[in-house]
């Protein structure tokens, strides 16, 4: 099976399928998911020519998922030792960059989904001239500080705080009953104490990414590259729509409603339709007559 060894505590499991010189597309599930979220984006594009890489992040599906080191309160930076083991998203990051150096990749559009899309955010912002474009589902840091302190500061209550505050919207009646399961089944399979360093690292430490504020600071004019932002609502789009800028004259913002948050599996023609219109305007692809 591939894996990458990033270091001594970290490989990561992942997927290479496609011409190994086309234009490379590296695609980031969210938390408690696995690189099988984007089965339904996958052969859309190997249809359409692409390089796709799906890996599993660290913690998570395949990848390896050691236990975080104790008391690691903030991130610790890109030269921290590697037997300091942590779950956020930028040290995420770094372990794809590092894959696709390995990968001999010299250019990649980037599409991730939920607490991936703080991963991807901060990938684009340290490899600016390396990232082609940026395919952003439901960001994670459109919560605001403000929400996050009062509801998400407790380790032991932040999955169920989560679950009251978004539940409805994020899995609405619409969405199939073999759909929930599956997401509730491997989030069950996940090792809560990876999930809580997870769920620290992106939201509750107060320099987390993963607070609209903190983002918005970090990211704001430092993204290159043309975005496509995709939301199950407009509270899923409201950072990139009133606190970035944007990154190119390309930028588009769609609403896919009406069927919760994994709304690229259960809408997938719309998502990739709005996908490769997108990308025939930003010349990723051919215009179709």
């Not at 099988?36 to 020519?49: A, C, I, S």
């Not at 599906?61 to 991130?75: C, F, L």
């Not at 993204?223 to 606190?243: A, D, F, Q």
Request: aromatic letters at 10%.
């Amino acid at each position: 099976m591939p894996y990458f060894k990033h270091n001594d505590s970290i490989s990561i499991y992942y997927l290479d399928e496609g011409p190994q010189d086309a234009q490379a597309v590296l695609l980031i599930p969210g938390i408690t998911c696995d690189l099988h979220d984007w089965n339904w984006q996958v052969p859309f594009l190997l249809t359409h020519g692409f390089r796709v890489i799906t890996p599993d992040p660290r913690g998570q599906g395949r990848s390896s998922a050691p236990a975080p080191t104790p008391n690691i309160k903030s991130y610790p930076g890109p030269d921290a030792d590697p037997a300091i083991i942590d779950y956020y998203p930028q040290s995420a990051a770094l372990d794809f960059i590092a894959l696709l150096q390995y990968l001999n990749v010299s250019s990649v559009v980037v599409i991730a989904h939920s607490l991936g899309t703080a991963v991807a955010y901060h990938f684009a912002t340290v490899k600016p001239d390396f990232t082609r474009a940026m395919v952003i589902l439901d960001p994670l840091h459109s919560i605001p500080s403000e929400t996050v302190n009062k509801y998400l500061t407790d380790p032991l209550q932040t999955l169920q705080n989560l679950a009251m505050l978004f539940g409805p919207a994020l899995y609405p009646p619409t969405v199939p009953a073999w759909h929930s399961t599956w997401i509730g089944r491997r989030r069950l399979a996940g090792d809560m104490n990876v999930i809580l360093a997870q769920s620290y690292a992106c939201q509750v430490d107060p320099e987390a990414i993963g607070r609209r504020e903190i983002s918005a600071a970090q990211h704001d004019g430092k993204i290159k590259c043309p975005r496509l932002t995709m939301g199950n609502s407009e509270y899923w789009v409201t950072t990139e729509r009133n606190y970035l800028s944007p990154s190119s004259e390309f930028d588009e913002i769609h609403l896919v409603e009406g069927i919760g948050h994994w709304f690229h599996q259960l809408k997938s023609e719309e998502v990739n339709g709005l996908i490769q219109r997108w990308f025939e305007k930003i010349g990723l692809l051919p215009v179709e007559e």
